[in-house]
């Protein structure tokens, strides 16, 4: 009985089975040599909610209230990673997207990594910023909170509402990018105003900072920079702006550099801070390779539904780039009267 029950699984485990003859089956392994678990057929005839999915290799099926398909079948506005193919979701109205919050997919995953971290943060927040040592180690801060909490709420929105409509999807998009721009301002404007002092250094990387991010989010949020002619001076203008964001660290480390010669405590603490900020940068660039190339999935297409995409990874990479620079922001903050050439002579 087994056998022939077996063969009647549908190739797209996420595409409502047109049939359940005979069996569901609740898990086996993707060579099909694992044991198989009955249900009841009567339930399985009744119940075309049963989706099948991916997840670490194995494929497993559950009850989803929410349609999920398979890559093949969703709308060209939708398709984006053709190496994650079953469990997505497809078109839904704005309040399902957000039950599907609560249930299992190929976004679950990216929205969680988030969703955590906007929870996270904001009660972070709110727990540290009372305790800044000063004024100035506050409105970094600030800076800092805001533009994390920005970007995992901008993410957060993007990755539950886009498959809601065409036109939702080209906004969510857009604040989606425009949530990393304010992310990326924060970050830097905190560097910034921890690492330097002196107002003629710190307000001249304050403007061209501003400057650079008001022209990215101009670029994000008008369409008519949207088009393939002002693809090139967009991607030059995005690259200079995350560039720009390692001009105050090797500053620092520049004005700092006389510490080697004969002060350890102060040539420690710049050293911590460059590792601390050169590792966000490392894991930025690697989380955003494997997102590009999109690793590991294009290798086992299939594989990585679930758990381990390169979408989650690059969430996870993020999430973890910030919590670097916070470490970094702190080392300064806390050591700053190590740190002698941080006095402004001018
Ligand atoms: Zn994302």
Same mark, same amino acid.
């Given at each position: 009985?087994?056998?022939?029950?077996?063969?009647?699984?549908?190739?797209?485990?996420?595409?409502?089975?047109?049939?359940?003859?005979?069996?569901?089956?609740?898990?086996?392994?993707?060579?099909?040599?694992?044991?198989?678990?009955?249900?009841?057929?009567?339930?399985?005839?009744?119940?075309?909610?049963?989706?099948?999915?991916?997840?670490?290799?194995?494929?497993?099926?559950?009850?989803?209230?929410?349609?999920?398909?398979?890559?093949?079948?969703?709308?060209?506005?939708?398709?984006?990673?053709?190496?994650?193919?079953?469990? &997505?979701?497809?078109?839904?109205?704005?309040?399902?997207?957000?039950?599907?919050?609560?249930?299992?997919?190929?976004?679950?995953?990216?929205?969680?990594?988030?969703?955590?971290?906007?929870?996270?943060?904001?009660?972070?927040?709110?727990?540290?910023?009372?305790?800044?040592?000063?004024?100035?180690?506050?409105?970094?801060?600030?800076?800092?909170?805001?533009?994390?909490?920005?970007?995992?709420?901008?993410?957060?929105?993007?990755?539950?509402?886009?498959?809601?409509?065409?036109?939702?999807?080209?906004?969510?998009?857009?604040?989606?990018?425009?949530?990393?721009?304010?992310?990326?301002?924060?970050?830097?404007?905190?560097?910034?105003?921890?690492?330097?002092?002196?107002?003629?250094?710190?307000?001249?990387?304050?403007?061209?900072?501003?400057?650079?991010?008001?022209?990215?989010?101009?670029?994000?949020?008008?369409?008519?920079?949207?088009?393939?002619?002002?693809?090139?001076?967009?991607?030059?203008?995005?690259?200079?702006?995350?560039?720009?964001?390692?001009?105050?660290?090797?500053?620092?480390?520049?004005? &700092? &550099?006389?510490?080697?010669?004969?002060?350890?405590?102060?040539?420690?603490?710049?050293?911590?801070?460059?590792?601390?900020?050169?590792?966000?940068?490392?894991?930025?660039?690697?989380?955003?390779?494997?997102?590009?190339?999109?690793?590991?999935?294009?290798?086992?297409?299939?594989?990585?539904?679930?758990?381990?995409?390169?979408?989650?990874?690059?969430?996870?990479?993020?999430?973890?780039?910030? &919590?670097?620079?916070?470490?970094?922001?702190?080392?300064?903050?806390?050591?700053?009267?190590?740190?002698?050439?941080?006095?402004?002579?001018?």
């Amino acid at each position: 009985m087994a056998s022939t029950d077996q063969q009647a699984i549908p190739e797209k485990y996420c595409t409502p089975p047109p049939v359940f003859s005979s069996v569901l089956t609740e898990r086996y392994l993707s060579n099909n040599s694992a044991t198989f678990v009955q249900l009841h057929e009567e339930d399985a005839q009744k119940d075309s909610s049963h989706m099948w999915g991916t997840m670490c290799g194995l494929k497993y099926s559950w009850k989803s209230p929410v349609e999920l398909v398979h890559f093949d079948d969703l709308p060209d506005w939708i398709k984006d990673n053709e190496f994650v193919q079953t469990c &997505n979701r497809s078109c839904l109205p704005i309040k399902q997207a957000f039950k599907s919050v609560f249930q299992v997919h190929t976004e679950t995953g990216n929205i969680w990594t988030h969703l955590l971290a906007t929870l996270f943060s904001i009660w972070f927040a709110i727990y540290i910023l009372p305790q800044a040592k000063n004024t100035e180690a506050f409105v970094s801060l600030c800076f800092f909170f805001f533009g994390s909490t920005t970007v995992y709420v901008c993410s957060t929105l993007y990755h539950t509402l886009y498959v809601c409509s065409y036109s939702i999807s080209q906004i969510m998009g857009k604040v989606d990018y425009a949530g990393v721009v304010v992310g990326i301002w924060g970050c830097e404007c905190a560097c910034v105003i921890t690492m330097f002092e002196c107002p003629s250094h710190r307000w001249s990387l304050l403007v061209i900072i501003t400057v650079l991010a008001f022209t990215c989010f101009a670029l994000v949020v008008l369409d008519r920079f949207s088009g393939p002619s002002v693809r090139v001076c967009r991607t030059l203008i995005f690259a200079l702006f995350g560039i720009f964001g390692i001009v105050p660290m090797i500053t620092f480390a520049t004005i &700092n &550099n006389s510490c080697y010669l004969d002060n350890a405590p102060c040539a420690s603490v710049v050293t911590r801070t460059v590792v601390y900020l050169g590792s966000m940068g490392a894991t930025f660039l690697s989380g955003a390779a494997l997102y590009a190339l999109r690793i590991p999935e294009r290798w086992w297409p299939g594989k990585f539904d679930l758990i381990g995409h390169s979408h989650q990874i690059w969430h996870v990479s993020i999430v973890v780039g910030f &919590n670097l620079v916070y470490v970094g922001l702190i080392e300064v903050v806390n050591n700053k009267h190590l740190l002698p050439a941080l006095q402004c002579s001018a």
